[in-house]
């Protein structure tokens, strides 16, 4: 439901990923193809949100040339930490579910046999979890997992930390009492998908 609210606040689903790439990367600037990309949206309606964000002066054009492999010289965009609302519009958007959790249990069962997917970090607003999801499953290919996961970020506005493991090395790591597990059930977390039957 917040994630819709957010939607119709920002008037489009464009504006309320731009708004999320932003303010949940502040230390990072994005080219207008970059944030096309990482928001998996139109390049003219990237554009022109970003034109209109700026104008505002919620975000600043940078041009630099990037020390990155790969990364030319180009105007990138960055939030502007000093604009007037600054502060109450960051709060917003990080309060705001980062993902619809109907959406995320749809696009997991596509995966594979999905048997247990574990919300954490991000999800649950939380900066300082061990991971943002726990996987665990069979059957899932590489190519899928990654499909997957470049259409969550698009939603939640940044990179999603994840662990994945297949059934078997999961019921022998937790019944190890693994530190690494324990952690992620230990901390606020959501589970969305559970056929494990774990607490």
């Given at each position: 439901?917040?994630?819709?609210?957010l939607e119709k606040l920002?008037?489009?689903?464009?504006?309320?990923?731009?708004?999320?790439?932003?303010?949940?990367?502040?230390?990072?600037?994005?080219?207008?193809?970059?944030?096309?990309?990482?928001?998996?949206?139109?390049?003219?309606?990237?554009?022109?949100?970003?034109?209109?964000?700026?104008?505002?002066?919620?975000?600043?054009?940078?041009?630099s040339v990037r020390k990155?492999?790969?990364?030319?010289?180009?105007?990138?965009?960055?939030?502007?930490?000093?604009?007037?609302?600054?502060?109450?519009?960051?709060?917003?958007?990080?309060?705001?579910?980062?993902?619809?959790?109907?959406?995320?249990?749809?696009?997991?069962?596509?995966?594979?046999?999905?048997?247990?997917?574990?919300?954490?970090?991000?999800?649950?607003?939380?900066?300082?979890?061990?991971?943002?999801?726990?996987?665990?499953?069979?059957?899932?290919?590489?190519?899928?997992?990654?499909?997957?996961?470049?259409?969550?970020?698009?939603?939640?506005?940044?990179?999603?930390?994840?662990?994945?493991?297949?059934?078997?090395?999961?019921?022998?790591?937790?019944?190890?009492?693994d530190r690494f597990i324990?952690?992620?059930?230990?901390?606020?977390?959501?589970?969305?998908?559970?056929?494990?039957?774990?607490?």
């Amino acid at each position: 439901m917040a994630q819709e609210i957010l939607e119709k606040l920002f008037e489009s689903p464009v504006k309320a990923r731009l708004l999320k790439l932003f303010l949940r990367n502040l230390n990072d600037g994005f080219t207008i193809e970059e944030a096309t990309k990482k928001t998996r949206s139109d390049s003219s309606g990237v554009e022109k949100q970003i034109k209109n964000m700026t104008a505002i002066g919620l975000l600043q054009s940078q041009k630099s040339v990037r020390k990155k492999k790969g990364k030319g010289s180009g105007v990138y965009y960055v939030a502007n930490q000093d604009f007037e609302f600054f502060n109450e519009l960051r709060s917003l958007v990080l309060k705001s579910s980062p993902a619809s959790h109907e959406k995320l249990q749809d696009k997991l069962k596509k995966l594979g046999r999905v048997k247990l997917a574990v919300l954490s970090g991000v999800f649950v607003n939380q900066d300082n979890g061990r991971v943002d999801l726990l996987l665990i499953g069979d059957g899932i290919t590489d190519n899928k997992m990654h499909s997957f996961l470049k259409e969550v970020e698009a939603e939640v506005g940044k990179e999603v930390r994840y662990a994945f493991m297949d059934t078997n090395e999961f019921h022998y790591r937790f019944s190890m009492f693994d530190r690494f597990i324990l952690d992620i059930l230990e901390r606020p977390h959501e589970k969305i998908i559970n056929k494990l039957g774990i607490e």
